[in-house]
């Protein structure tokens, strides 16, 4: 079976399941670990059996839990280098080196690691070991799927602080590359969003295809071409105009959110999908709604109306992805 879970989209935090045939990938970690195990276990998921973390940009909204449940679960993490940058740089502002210097540093790092549980495997402390694995390898907790530590006690005690930035291990790829985690092909594209190397994707397993299309200004043509032949389209519909024109938000932040590098409308999502989408998704799912500047009303009834006769019973089901609890899993 191969199944998309929408765990939370917006700006407060973003993630989803990918699962098909024995392979089960994390998009993005935007949510604290705790709280994306939750609803993981709500939408009937079992966190311990995620096999990969994939990211599409650095933004807050879909990194802040990244490390914790990476570290928790053993997790890899595919990631493109100049997001893998731009987030170290995120969480370690103060740090005067080269990205070459901190790899090396972390490469040091992580030897010491190894020979110190070489030297007296009998003598770590249970709590650190839960909290971060030993670099290099794969173990976890006994209850990998408990965030009961969160991270929360590094940095304390007489120890020097963890690195934040530490990974059990890192695969990078490059937008226009497609590569295999698993039983699942993955086809990344660059999309236009304010961010270091921002990503989109294109999911196949077992003859399905879907994809991920949030974050971005507007629909270049290369991410025309990627949303071709879907099963399922995850597309965003970040906010009403006028609304966004009206709203509480600063001027810059407005122009921003605007900008051919800022987020997708409701009126650009139509217009993509009247006069560009090939109308062949059995799932199209509207994402990353604003709680400040849209409505899911608005966002439905303008998408409705750009797919209307179109709609039937194998194509074309309109579904809105929330913030604050999962979307129903969907299945093929």
């Not at 045939?21 to 009937?44: H, K, N, P, Q, Y």
């Not at 602080?161 to 990974?167: G, H, I, Q, R, S």
């Not at 609890?325 to 093929?332: A, Q």
Request: aromatic share 6%; hydrophobic share 40%; charged share 20%.
């Amino acid at each position: 079976m191969v199944r998309f879970t929408v765990l939370a989209s917006g700006s407060k935090g973003n993630c989803s399941v990918v699962s098909g045939g024995r392979t089960r990938i994390l998009v993005d970690a935007g949510l604290s670990c705790r709280e994306m195990f939750r609803r993981m276990r709500l939408a009937g998921e079992d966190p311990a059996t995620l096999d990969a973390i994939i990211i599409t940009h650095e933004h807050s909204d879909h990194v802040s839990g990244l490390a914790v449940t990476a570290r928790k679960l053993g997790v890899p993490v595919y990631i493109t280098q100049g997001t893998h940058r731009a987030w170290v740089r995120w969480l370690s502002p103060r740090k005067q080196m080269t990205y070459t210097q901190w790899l090396e540093q972390c490469r040091q790092q992580a030897a010491a690691r190894m020979a110190e549980v070489d030297a007296s495997p009998e003598d770590a402390d249970s709590e650190d070991a839960e909290t971060e694995p030993a670099a290099g390898t794969a173990s976890v907790s006994s209850s990998p799927a408990d965030c009961s530590q969160d991270g929360a006690s590094e940095g304390k005690g007489e120890n020097p602080p963890k690195d934040p930035t530490w990974l059990p291990a890192v695969e990078y790829f490059s937008a226009g590359t497609p590569f295999r985690i698993g039983d699942i092909d993955v086809s990344p594209f660059t999309i236009p969003h304010d961010a270091a190397d921002p990503v989109g994707f294109v999911f196949q397993a077992e003859g399905i295809r879907m994809a991920v299309a949030t974050d971005l200004g507007y629909i270049p043509p290369n991410v025309k071409a990627q949303l071709k032949g879907l099963d399922l389209l995850l597309l965003e519909s970040n906010h009403d105009l006028e609304m966004l024109r009206d709203g509480p938000y600063p001027w810059s932040v407005k122009q921003r959110v605007l900008s051919r590098v800022g987020h997708l409308s409701n009126e650009a999502a139509a217009s993509y999908l009247e006069n560009d989408y090939d109308g062949q998704a059995a799932y199209v799912v509207l994402a990353h709604l604003s709680e400040s500047n849209n409505l899911p009303e608005l966002a439905r009834i303008t998408a409705e109306r750009a797919l209307n006769g179109r709609a039937s019973l194998l194509a074309n089901r309109l579904l809105l992805a929330e913030q604050h609890e999962p979307l129903i899993p969907i299945c093929f």
